[in-house]
């Protein structure tokens, strides 16, 4: 089951961490093994992520899983 708010607001999430660390998507994506396009989509909610996945966007933003998640 997607849901769709959810997924904008994790994606969000990543965003402004992306932002904060001062990462474009496309160094972001690189640190991760990803395509920018990959991480666009993930950013703007259009795709519902593994677990893996979010666990190497937090590694490369040197974040806890749980920062995704928080309000």
Same mark, same amino acid.
């Given at each position: 089951?997607?849901?769709p708010?959810?997924?904008?607001?994790?994606?969000?999430?990543?965003?402004?961490? *992306?932002?904060?660390?001062?990462? $474009?998507?496309?160094?972001?994506?690189? /640190?991760?093994?990803?395509? %920018? &396009?990959?991480?666009? *989509?993930?950013?703007?909610?259009? $795709?519902?992520?593994?677990?893996y996945? /979010?666990?190497?966007?937090? %590694? &490369?933003?040197?974040?806890?899983?749980?920062?995704?998640?928080?309000?």
């Amino acid at each position: 089951m997607n849901d769709p708010k959810f997924l904008a607001a994790v994606g969000g999430r990543i965003k402004e961490l *992306r932002l904060k660390k001062n990462l $474009t998507q496309n160094e972001l994506a690189m /640190l991760c093994n990803f395509e %920018k &396009a990959s991480m666009s *989509r993930i950013e703007s909610g259009q $795709t519902n992520v593994t677990i893996y996945t /979010l666990k190497k966007i937090s %590694k &490369a933003l040197e974040v806890p899983l749980t920062e995704f998640f928080k309000d």
